[in-house]
C-alpha cells in the first residue's frame, strides 16, 4: 500500500470514473499501473451518503420493482418516505409527490446527476400553499436510472435552498466504452377498468464515437398512462371527487463525454421533456355550479396543461496533483401551458376558460468545487465550493389573474394591466466541509454554508455529523444542521395578488373581504434538523434503528394579521412568516439472508411520534402513522428471480383547525384507517439479450377511494397486471 501523497501525483482514470459516479464509498481501494494499490479518502459528501438518513435504490432494485411512469412510486417505499399533496389541507391529493418526513413536498429537493430541477416552481402557489403539479420525479424514465439517492435529515443541508425535508438524487446512466443499446416496452393493466392504464416505451445507446476519448449516450421514452373515470368515486351533493389523473410523457436526453485527457472529462448534456395531463375532474372544485358554462364536465379526457422542458449542462471534472475538481454550468427553461384558472374565492385553482397563457421559467447555475486530501495530524479531505443560481418568471396568466379595477391596494395597482407578470431572485452560496478520520473508525464531518439571496439577505447553515465504530459490526452515527428554504417567486410578488371575493376573510381575520399580496420583507423558512442512529451489519444481515426530530419555524403561510384597508374598503392581508412546528419519528430498517445467495429479506419502517404545528395541532401534511415496506427476494436460479412485497400503512388523521377561508366551521374528523398493499413479482432472462418481467400490483385488491373529506384525499388503485420486455444488446 503506497501512502496518499504518491496517489496524488498518479491520478487515474479510474479515480476520475469514481468521481463521476459521485461513489458513496468511505474508502476506495484503485490499482495503479505498475501494480501497487492505492486508497482514496472519501470526500465529505460521500461519507455524508453513509448516514442513517441515507437510503439508495439501485438499478437492480427498479428491475424487481412494478413499471412506473414516477419514480416517486419507487421513492415511496423508503424510509421517512410518503406521497401527499403540496400542503396539510389533501385538495388536489390525486396528484401527488415525494414528502419525507412529515415535511411537505415543498421541502424536497429534486436533482438529476447532482443538478436541481426545479420545473414545478412555474406552477402557480395557491392561497393553501400548494401546486397543482406531480412534481419533478418524472422527467428520467425508470429504466435509465442508475441508482436514486434519497437523503434525509441533516445530511441533506449541505444542498442548500429546498432541502430542509430531504433530497432525492437521480443519476442516470453513463456513457459506455463498448457499444450498448436497449428497448423496453412495459404495460401495467388494472383490473377495474374504471382505473387508467399504462403503456409506455423507450430505447437506450451508448458507445464510443473516436475510441475511449468521446463516448455518448443517448435515451428517448414516451409512455401514458390514462386518467380515472370520471365517475370512479363516490357521488357527493351532486359531484364527484376527482380520481388519479393520466399524464402523457415525451423525452429525449443526450450526453457526450470527452476525456480530455486520462485525469480531465468534460460532459455536454442537452435534454428535451413534454408532460401533458390526461383531465379526470376538477381537482379542488367538481361541482358543476360554480363551473362556467360546465366547461370542467367538458375537459374530461382532454390535456388541460402541459409542461415542456430544456436542460442544457457542460460539466467538467478533474484530479490533480493537490486533488479533484469539480465545475458546472446549466441551463434549464420550463413553459407552464395551462387552461387559465380562477383566482378569487371558492373557484380560486378552478379552470375558468378554455384559452390557453403560458408560464415561463428559466433558471441559470455555476458550480465549482475542489477537493483536497489532507494529513494535518489525521487524514481529511477538505472540500470547498461555491455555487451561484438565477431564477427568471414570467407568468401573465397568474400575475394579472385577479382585477380590481382602479382600486389600490396597499400602493398595489387593482388593474391587472399595471401589475408587473415578472419576478427574479439571484442566490449565492459558499460552503465548507470537511470529512476527517479523528481516529481508526471515527470520522467527524464539519460543514457551514452561506447563501445570500439579493431580496432576502444572508443565511448561514451550520452542521456536524459524525460516524463512530463501536465493534467490527456496530456504527453509531449522529448529526444535527441548520437547513432553510428561501421565500419562492410568488410569495414574494408584490403584484401576485389573491382575493376571497364575496366569501370573507379566512377565520374570520376581519368581516368583508380580504386581499392576499406578495411580501419582499419575508425570512426564509428555518429547520434544525437532528438525527441519531445505531447500525449492524455483519455477514449479509443489517439492521438499524434511527431518531430524527426536526424544529421548524418561519413557515411561510397566508396571512393572518390586517395590513390595512384597500381603496375600496377590503381587508389587506399578505403572505407572512408563521409560528413554529415539529416533527419527530422512527425509522428502522431490516435485512437478513434467509438463505445465502439465494433467498433475503429486506423491511424498513417509519414511525411517525408526532407532526404538528405548534400554534394549530395541525400536521404539516397529512402522512400515515406509521407505514412498513418489506419484501422477500428470491434468486432462484441465475436467470429467474420472483418477489413478494408488502406495504402497510397506519392510520392517517385530518387537521382539526381551518387554513382556508372555505374551511371554517366545515372541518371533517374523518381518518383514513390502517390498510395493507401486497404485490408478487417475477424477472427471467430469457436469452442474453432478452428479459422479461410481470406481476400483480395490489394482489388482494384493497382500493381507497377520494372523498375530499378529511383525510380521504387520494386514490389508491386496485389490483393491477403489469409486464415488460427488454431487448438489449
Known sequence: MIDKKKCLIKPLALTIAAIISASALAAEEARL???????????????????PGVSIITAEDIEKSPPVNDLSDIIRKMPGVNLTGNSASGSRGNNRQIDIRGMG????????????????????????????????????????????????????????????????????????NDWHGALSLFTNQPENDKEGATRRANFNLSGPLAGDALTMRLYGNINKTDADDYDINTQQNGSYAAGREGVRNKDINGVLSWKITPEQILDVEYGYSRQGNIYAGDTQYSNGNVSPDGLVESLYGH?????????????????????????????????????????????????????????????????????LPLNLWVDQTLTVGAEWEREELDDPASMQATSAQGVVINGVPGDPSARSTKNSADISALYVEDNIEALPGTFIIPGLRFDYHNEFGGNWSPSLNVSQELSDYVKLKAGIARAYKAPNLYQS????????????????????????????????????????GLEFTKD??????????????????????????????????????????????????????????????????????????????????????????????????????????????????????????????????????????????????????????????????KQIYRENDGASTYNEPGRAYYAGVTMSF
Request: hydrophobic share 30%; proline share 3%.
Open 33 to 51: 499501473e505498475d501494480g501497487e494499490t492505492m486508497t482514496v479518502h472519501a470526500t465529505a459528501e460521500e461519507e455524508l451518503k453513509q448516514q
Open 105 to 176: 413536498p415543498e421541502n424536497t429537493l429534486i436533482l438529476v446527476d447532482g443538478v436541481p430541477v426545479t420545473s414545478r416552481n412555474s406552477v402557480r402557489y395557491s392561497w393553501r400553499g400548494e401546486r397543482d403539479t406531480r412534481g419533478d420525479t418524472n422527467w428520467v424514465p425508470a429504466e435509465l436510472v442508475e441508482r436514486i439517492e434519497v437523503i434525509r435529515g441533516p445530511a441533506a443541508a449541505r444542498y442548500g435552498n429546498g432541502a430542509a425535508g430531504g433530497v432525492i438524487n437521480i443519476i442516470t446512466k453513463r456513457p459506455t
Open 303 to 371: 390535456e388541460t396543461n402541459r409542461l415542456y422542458r430544456q436542460n442544457y449542462g457542460i460539466t467538467h471534472n478533474g484530479i490533480w496533483d493537490w486533488g479533484q475538481s469539480r465545475v458546472g454550468f446549466y441551463y434549464e427553461k420550463t413553459n407552464n401551458t395551462r387552461l387559465q384558472e380562477g383566482s378569487t374565492g371558492r373557484v380560486e385553482g378552478m379552470i375558468n376558460s378554455d384559452d390557453y397563457a403560458t408560464s415561463r421559467l428559466e433558471n441559470y447555475r455555476a458550480n465549482g468545487e475542489i477537493n
Open 493 to 532: 410578488s408584490e403584484g401576485y395578488l389573491l382575493a376571497t371575493r364575496g366569501n370573507g376573510c379566512p377565520n374570520n381575520i376581519a368581516s368583508g373581504s380580504c386581499y392576499l399580496l406578495g411580501n419582499d420583507d419575508l425570512k426564509p423558512e428555518i429547520s434544525i434538523n437532528k438525527e441519531i
Open 540 to 701: 449479509g444481515f443489517d439492521a438499524g434503528i434511527t431518531y430524527f426530530r426536526n424544529d421548524y419555524k418561519n413557515k411561510i403561510v397566508a396571512g393572518t394579521e390586517l395590513l390595512g384597508y384597500a381603496s375600496n374598503g377590503y381587508n389587506i392581508l399578505q403572505w407572512e412568516n408563521g409560528g413554529k412546528a415539529v416533527v419527530e419519528g422512527l425509522e428502522g430498517n431490516l435485512t437478513v439472508p434467509v438463505v445465502q445467495d439465494t433467498l433475503s429479506w429486506r423491511t424498513n419502517a417509519t414511525y411517525m411520534i408526532q407532526s404538528k404545528n405548534k400554534d394549530t395541532g395541525n400536521p404539516l401534511s397529512i402522512i400515515p402513522e406509521y407505514t412498513i415496506n418489506t419484501m422477500l427476494d428470491w434468486q432462484a436460479t441465475d436467470k429467474l428471480s420472483a418477489n413478494v412485497n408488502w406495504t402497510m400503512y397506519g392510520r392517517q388523521k385530518p387537521r382539526e383547525y381551518a387554513e382556508s377561508r372555505n374551511e371554517t366551521g366545515s372541518m371533517s374528523s374523518r381518518e383514513v384507517g390502517a390498510y395493507s398493499i401486497v404485490g408478487v413479482g417475477m424477472n427471467y432472462q430469457l436469452t442474453k439479450n432478452l428479459r422479461v418481467n410481470g406481476g400483480i400490483s395490489n394482489l388482494f385488491d
